[in-house]
C-alpha cells in the first residue's frame, strides 16, 4: 500500500466562518461558510438532506468592509455530507461575479 502526506490540493483553503446566502430558484438559504478556497467553498447547512451532487446554486459571500461588495458566484453541489441536523456542502465555482 502506497501512502503520502502531500497535499494533493491545488488552491490553499481559508479556514472562515461567516454567513452565506445559497439561492436556488426562488429559494434563499443561510448557511455558513467555513472553508473558502479559489475553486469552492465548505458550507454547514441546517440540513443537507434535500441538496443533491451536481445541483447548481448561486452564493452571495458578504464582506464585513461596506466598501466591497459581496462575493457572488454560481456553483455546483460536489459533496453532501449528512450528520443529524446539520450537514455540510462541498461546492465548486463555474464562474464568479
Known amino acids: 500500500m502506497l501512502t503520502t502526506t502531500r497535499e494533493r490540493r491545488t488552491f490553499m483553503r481559508m479556514v472562515i466562518d461567516a454567513p452565506v ?20 467553498m465548505a458550507i454547514e447547512v441546517e440540513s443537507s438532506s434535500h441538496f443533491v451532487v451536481g445541483e447548481k446554486l448561486k452564493i452571495s459571500l458578504s464582506t464585513n468592509s461596506n466598501a466591497l461588495p459581496p462575493f457572488v458566484a454560481d456553483a455546483k453541489v460536489v459533496r453532501v455530507e449528512k450528520n443529524n441536523n446539520l450537514g455540510q456542502l462541498g461546492v465548486e465555482f463555474i464562474s464568479a461575479s
Open 21 to 40: 446566502t445559497l439561492v436556488r430558484g426562488s429559494e434563499h438559504m443561510i448557511a455558513t461558510c467555513r472553508e473558502l478556497a479559489a475553486n469552492g
